[in-house]
Each structure stands twice: as structure tokens, then as C-alpha cells.
């Protein structure tokens, strides 16, 4: 290029570019254009030179030259190739077709912008609102989910009602739930501490899954309530469900290697259009309902709105019920009374059970309470805590029931598998009376009493005042009693050197304070005689 413009040519940074438009061959360029292709060369190399060998097409070279047919305008495309070294380029080119004054050969002129960078930036931003939209997407999912358990949770739960709902309606169809409360579930946390009963959620709610059908839906209503939510599904299939979920749990362990539970569920069925409900909320209340009743039958059990019905109170005429709350309350009153009297002697029978499998154990304990209830006296507990202490004495070794006869009864030394067979007996106990209301305050008492001041103890290794002051107390007194037993692996100790190895064992196995109080009980015992 010549004249005025030939300075304007040479520096601009966009490409100009003349080529032959049927050949394709490169009449003049400048160095714009030179850099926009990548190569390493001057304008003037590229004369003479094929377009198509230049660059790698990406769109249809023939598409792009119809693009030029029509002489005189001027046409703007955005157009992508690949240089020879690989790399991407996107460039707007303004082209318009022409002819060379001499010759009358076809030309093409184009001013070649180079917009690689704003498409990258582009492709950039296009990620980004895809990554946040993942991102969001996420986050309304955790919003929803209950972070303890990964299951839904309570603000999903209306909204998959409301769905569920309004498509059965639509459709005609059922729509059921099931709810499910965790029985006692305040004691396995007042025993062995939140961590574990987390835990046991979580176990819980991955057992639900595997239970379950792949199309129900399943949601921590709160603390240890859950919804299970089975669209399409009629009354009967649910309540087989949830018996299969009852079957399930009874006979899965929760917990790790070193402490293990079994959970005892109660769940309710509520279906629409069968109970007669006609918004989600109602199909909530009456399963809440349902659930309160299958606890009020002492739980473990699957109810639904039939059971209701049967347990419902009678009327009479004047629409009042047949048992006014006079006589109601007079009837709770004299109920508990006979529960309070009857209590020591049901826990004895609760004991008494182990004489069946061992003769030695029955005999033990009744004499573990009465050392134990001394012990507690002489350290001037209060009333309510003697009480509490003798009823766990009664049942400190209730466990045993589920230990092999042959280990009992074993005249050898104890193998480590029938050991630890043995020390399985205070969870065993604990299992057996936790559906007991009135023996949970017993619980850590007999879970705690084979635990070491110097916490070398089972099942937790619990040391010091970790221990209550009850299981520590039947330590004392169960460690006692054994010692002056015979047992078939030996004879018993005389009470001297009995009382020689407790007293050795202050500050290590057992409690100084506690094995004081022991010593003062036993002389006194002395005294007596």
C-alpha cells in the first residue's frame, strides 16, 4: 500500500488484509494480520501465500465465502479458526468483494479485529454463572437437608407435602406417611452422651434408606422424629411397610466396636384419602395423634388411625364422656400407689431371674444391696439417692441372663473371647429395663459399676468422679460379696483377707472415700456381733 495511509497500514493493530477471492491467495497484508495468524514472519512473507495454508478453519471456508458474493457491501462476521501453532482465534471481519481495476479479478478487502481475549472472558463468565448455579443448587439442597443426618428436614417436608398432595388430588390417588419416634432416646444421651446418640441418628437415618422403597421420601421431623412420606401408596401396603421398618430395627445394633444399643421405635400411619384428611397439615396432626397413642401402649409398635378408633372414648347422651375427670384422676392416683408399693418387689423379680442360670449370682446380689445400701448411709446420701443405689444393687448383674451357661459356670480360668463375653453383662442389663421408665434413673448405676478409679474399668474406661457415686458404691460391695463366695473357679476368702484386698485396691480399682465409708460399715458389723 502506497500514499498517505500506507503509515496507518503498517501500525494498526487490526489485520488488513487483500487476497484473491476465487483463489484465496494473499494479495497484500500487514503485520496486524500477521500477528492475529501467530506466525513469526513480515507482512511481505505472506504474498502469494494460500489463506487456507495460513490457518486451520474451524467454520466452512464455503459458508464464509458466500458471505462475500454480492459486490460493494460491506459484511460483518464473526469467524473462528486455530492458528498453525493450535492455538484458538475469534476475529470480527469487515469485508466487502471488489475488483482489481486492471485485470477485473475478483478481490476481497477486510479489516480482521481480533477478539480472542473477550471471547476467553466470555467462556469465563459463562462458567461462572454455570458454577453458581451449581452452587446455588446446592445450597437450596442444604438448606433443606438436616445437617446431623443428611436427610430432608422439616422446611422440605412442606413443601413435598403440599406437592404430594396436590398430585393426588390431580390424579386421584393415595398419598401416605408414616412417622417414626426413637423410644427412650433421652436416656441413651443421659447415658452414654450426646456424641453417641448423634451417632445413633445418623445410623438410624442410613437404616431408614436401606429399608425403605427408592421412591419414598425420608425427613427428620425434629430431634428423634422422622416422616417417611410414600406417595401412591394405600393404608395397608403402609402399615406392612412399617412393620418391615419395626422388624428391621429390632434387629439391627447401633452404635461402634466399643458400645453398642438396640433402639426401640414407635411409628404411625396416616394415609389420604382413607382417613378421611383434606390438607397435608391434617395428615401430619392425625399421624402425631396415631404416634402419641402407640407410645401410650408402651410403644414398639406400629399403629394407625384404625387403633385410634377403638381406643376412642364413649359418650353418653349428653355428649360427656362415660369417665368424668374426677374419677379418672381417682383411678391414676390409686394406680400409681400400687405401682409405688409394688416397685422393690418387681425389680426382686426382675433379679430373681438370674438364679434360673446361676445359683451363686441370685444369692450375690442380695447381699451386694445390703452392703451397698450401707456404704451409701454411711456417707450420709440422700434418701432418694439410697433408694436409687439399692435399686441398681438388685439389678447390677441382671445381664448375666444373656451370658453362656457354660461360661458361668466355667472352673478354669477364663479364656480373653469369654472375658469379654462376660463383660458384656452391664450393657446386657441395660438393654433389658431401658423400655422400663421408672428404672432409667438406675441406668448409668449399672452400666458404670465394673469401672476402675484408675479407669481401667469396662466398658468405657471412665475414671475418678467420671463414675457416679452409685456405680462406685456397688463396685465396693459387688468386689466384696464375690470375695467371700465360693465361686467354681475357687474358694472363698475369709473376710480378713477379703477386706485386706479392698483396701489395697483404694486409689486404684476403687474409690478411697467409698472403700472408707466400707471399712467403717464393716466394723460396725463387728461391733453388732
Known amino acids: 500500500m502506497s500514499g498517505k495511509y500506507s503509515r496507518l497500514f503498517e501500525l494498526t493493530k487490526d489485520g488488513v488484509l487483500s487476497y484473491s477471492f476465487d ?3 494473499i494479495i497484500s497484508a500487514n503485520q496486524g494480520f500477521v500477528n492475529i495468524l501467530g506466525l513469526d514472519c513480515k507482512a511481505s512473507d505472506l504474498e502469494g501465500k494460500l489463506l487456507k495454508e495460513m490457518m486451520v478453519y474451524v467454520e466452512s471456508e464455503q459458508a464464509l465465502r458466500k458471505i462475500l458474493l454480492k459486490k460493494g457491501e460491506v459484511h460483518g462476521y464473526e469467524y473462528h479458526f486455530k492458528t498453525l501453532k493450535g492455538d484458538d482465534r475469534w476475529v470480527i471481519s469487515e469485508s466487502f468483494l471488489t475488483a482489481d481495476p486492471v485485470t477485473g479479478e475478483k478481490m476481497a478487502e477486510a479489516i480482521i479485529t481480533d477478539i480472542t481475549g473477550l471471547k476467553k472472558a466470555q467462556g469465563k463468565v459463562v462458567a461462572l454463572n454455570k458454577e453458581l448455579s451449581k452452587t446455588n443448587a446446592r445450597l437450596k439442597q442444604m438448606v433443606m437437608k438436616d445437617f446431623e443426618t443428611g436427610l430432608y428436614n422439616h422446611r422440605y417436608l412442606e413443601d413435598a407435602m403440599e406437592a404430594e398432595f396436590a398430585r393426588a388430588k390431580r390424579e386421584s390417588k393415595p398419598v401416605s406417611i408414616i412417622m417414626v419416634d426413637i423410644d427412650y432416646f433421652k436416656s441413651i444421651n443421659d447415658v452414654y452422651g450426646h456424641q453417641f446418640g448423634d451417632m445413633a441418628l445418623k445410623q438410624f437415618a442410613g437404616h431408614l434408606r436401606k429399608v425403605l422403597r427408592r421412591y419414598d421420601v425420608i425427613v427428620r421431623y425434629g430431634g428423634e422424629e422422622f416422616v417417611i412420606v410414600a406417595p401412591g401408596a394405600y393404608r395397608t401396603g403402609v402399615i406392612n411397610l412399617a412393620h ?6 429390632n434387629l439391627q445394633n447401633f452404635g461402634n466396636r466399643k458400645q453398642s444399643v438396640k433402639l426401640r421405635i414407635s411409628l404411625s400411619v396416616a394415609s389420604y384419602p382413607e382417613d378421611g384428611v383434606t390438607r397435608p397439615s391434617d395428615l401430619l396432626n392425625l399421624a402425631q395423634e396415631v404416634l402419641d397413642k402407640s407410645k401410650e401402649f408402651g ?7 384404625l387403633d385410634l378408633r377403638t381406643c376412642a372414648p364413649s359418650y353418653d347422651e349428653n355428649g360427656k364422656t362415660k369417665e368424668d375427670v374426677g374419677f379418672l384422676k381417682e383411678k391414676i392416683d390409686k394406680l400409681t400407689k400400687r405401682a409405688n408399693q409394688s416397685l422393690i418387689e418387681a425389680i426382686f423379680a426382675f433379679a430373681k431371674t438370674i438364679e434360673l442360670k446361676d445359683n451363686y449370682t441370685g444369692k450375690h446380689v442380695e447381699k451386694t444391696v445390703l452392703y451397698a445400701t450401707d456404704i451409701a448411709r454411711e456417707l450420709r446420701l440422700p434418701e ?3 433408694e436409687r443405689i439399692k435399686r441398681a444393687a ?4 441382671l445381664g448375666k441372663v444373656g451370658i453362656s451357661e457354660k461360661i458361668l459356670h466355667k472352673k478354669g480360668i477364663l479364656t480373653k473371647k469369654e472375658y469379654e463375653e462376660i463383660k458384656r453383662h452391664p450393657q446386657i442389663g441395660v438393654d433389658i429395663i431401658r423400655p422400663i421408665q421408672f428404672l432409667h434413673d438406675v441406668i448409668p448405676l449399672i452400666l458404670r459399676h465394673h469401672e476402675r478409679w484408675d479407669g481401667k474399668g469396662y ?13 462406685r458404691i456397688i463396685a465396693v460391695a459387688d468386689v466384696y460379696q464375690a470375695l467371700i463366695s465360693d465361686r467354681p473357679y475357687r474358694k472363698a476368702f475369709s473376710e480378713k483377707e477379703a477386706i485386706k484386698i479392698i483396701r489395697k485396691g483404694a486409689g486404684t480399682q476403687f474409690d478411697p472415700v467409698v472403700v472408707g465409708a466400707f471399712l467403717k460399715v464393716i466394723e460396725t458389723k463387728k461391733g453388732r456381733e
Open 244 to 249: 418391615r421398618i419395626l422388624e428391621a430395627t
Open 299 to 305: 410403644g414398639n409398635k406400629v399403629c394407625s388411625s
Open 384 to 386: 432418694h439417692e439410697i
Open 459 to 471: 466398658p468405657d474406661g471412665l475414671k475418678g468422679e467420671e463414675i457416679s457415686v452409685g456405680g
Open 394 to 397: 438388685i439389678l447390677h448383674d
Open 23 to 25: 483463489e484465496g491467495r
